[in-house]
């Protein structure tokens, strides 16, 4: 570790042993999901462990998680290492900005997630999945990830952006799906950016694949702004000497959406397929609720308050597979948790894949259960208990605009669809910044 390094106290959390240089980096990029488990169960509620990068402190407990990412959450940034990954397709969106950037942008977007916008949203999403359903044929056979990786990125062009992405929908999700793989390389993770790694070259071509299509819907809505999509919000706004963004600043808030706003909904679908697939009782369940409510109705806004098995079977997923797997964090100055100092500068990292899997939160916790997600079970689960999108101000922006479209689009293929997974396929997942399956997920389709 360079001289730069924060200083660890001799009295630092318990840890695992590392290597030299690499310290823990190359077991936990071998098996991250059983490296982050294992720690947590070896070393509790908070464990000391090192990367090339330095001191890693990994939180395992709700109320120390809690406390970075909601009580003293000014405290906490993403930290440039997180950015590094992140910068090279998103630049410098709200996903990670920093300070009086982040504010005002997260302002300028917020209204698009108000409710009474997001109430707009749903007979969109139905219509998206029903038109999608139309190209599933009885006794096919589909990559079901990839299916949803694209309904889900046109919903969001037209939702957010109010266009329509047919054309682009291969050119947009290839580039963003090259982004997230390439990120799983060491390289990428441990050497200094500016140094040019084959995954980084990728990124590049990403990229500019990407621009050509951000920037020409940007200047589609220069010469045809409407009120309502994001895109003409971020152009109309001023700063107080009235200098508008950048046509740069805006590319990233749009790519960040984008790739946000699509990613993990498809990522908790798919695991959701998989699960009921895998679970025939609780299938049967949710396909009994969608008849007893809908009736083969499209479904609406207005059904989801009784669609209560329907909204269980979403949460089991997410406790069970977060799309998003981990938080990272830096104090900007020391902190004091669970009795251990934190140094500025080192490494936060607080795991849902962990947290939500915990036995002491969760009566047989491998089990997908969704019946135990009752109003009474929520009451008694420690704040951070469950936290797929994050906390705090960080917390995910578009969460109640996520779970509206996970319910929507559930409740639509389902009323139509069994879906039997191919006999031998196993879901096993890579941590890039998503928990993304390592091989795809085909999926056999039965018209009910």
């Not at 947590?40 to 990994?58: L, N, S």
């Not at 990428?188 to 990229?207: D, F, K």
């Not at 808030?253 to 790739?259: A, I, K, P």
């Not at 908790?268 to 299938?283: G, I, K």
Request: glycine content about 6%; proline content about 8%; aromatic content about 8%.
């Amino acid at each position: 570790m360079g001289s730069d390094t924060p200083a660890i106290a001799d009295d630092r959390p318990p840890g695992p042993d590392g290597l030299p240089v690499l310290g823990n980096q190359l077991a936990f990029l071998r098996d991250p999901y059983g490296f982050m488990t294992r720690i947590a169960r070896e070393y509790g509620d908070i464990a000391y462990w090192e990367d090339p990068g330095g001191p890693v402190f990994q939180l395992n407990h709700p109320d120390y998680i809690e406390q970075v990412l909601v009580q003293n959450n000014q405290n906490y940034v993403k930290g440039e290492r997180f950015q590094n990954v992140l910068s090279p397709i998103t630049g410098n969106g709200i996903l990670n900005s920093e300070g009086a950037v982040w504010r005002r942008n997260r302002h300028l977007i917020q209204p698009a997630f108000a409710p009474d916008r997001i109430e707009e949203y749903a007979s969109m999403m139905t219509a998206f999945t029903e038109d999608a359903l139309e190209e599933w044929a009885d006794g096919q056979t589909r990559l079901f990830h990839e299916d949803m990786m694209e309904l889900t990125l046109k919903i969001v062009a037209r939702a957010l952006f109010g266009v329509d992405i047919d054309d682009d929908v291969d050119t947009v999700g290839s580039a963003l799906e090259e982004f997230m793989l390439a990120t799983e390389s060491l390289p990428h993770l441990v050497l200094p950016p500016q140094i040019p790694t084959p995954s980084r070259r990728r990124i590049q071509r990403a990229r500019a694949d990407l621009d050509a299509v951000v920037y020409r819907l940007i200047d589609e809505r220069k010469a045809n702004p409407t009120d309502r999509d994001v895109i003409s919000k971020l152009l109309e706004v001023t700063d107080e000497e009235g200098n508008r963004l950048s046509d740069e600043e805006i590319r990233d808030e749009v790519v960040t959406l984008l790739l946000a706003g699509h990613e993990t909904t498809a990522l908790s679908l798919t695991f959701t397929a998989y699960l009921l697939a895998t679970n025939p009782a609780a299938e049967r369940r949710l396909v009994d609720e969608l008849e007893d409510v809908l009736g083969g109705d499209t479904p609406t806004m207005d059904d989801l308050s009784e669609l209560t098995y329907t909204e269980q079977v979403v949460k089991e997923s997410m406790r069970l597979y977060p799309p998003v797997p981990g938080i990272v964090r830096e104090p900007v100055k020391p902190d004091i948790i669970g009795g251990y100092e934190i140094p500025a500068g080192a490494t936060v990292r607080m795991h849902q894949w962990v947290v939500h899997r915990d036995p002491r939160w969760y009566d047989d916790p491998l089990a997908f259960r969704p019946e135990r997600w009752t109003d009474e079970m929520e009451s008694e689960l420690p704040k951070l208990a469950y936290f797929p999108f994050a906390a705090g101000p960080r917390r995910c922006i578009g969460d109640r605009f996520a779970m509206l479209e996970a319910r929507l689009i559930l409740a639509t293929i389902y009323q139509s669809s069994h879906l039997e997974v191919v006999p031998g396929t196993e879901l096993d997942l890579l941590a890039t910044i998503t928990a993304r399956p390592k091989d795809e997920i085909p999926m056999t389709v039965h018209r009910r």
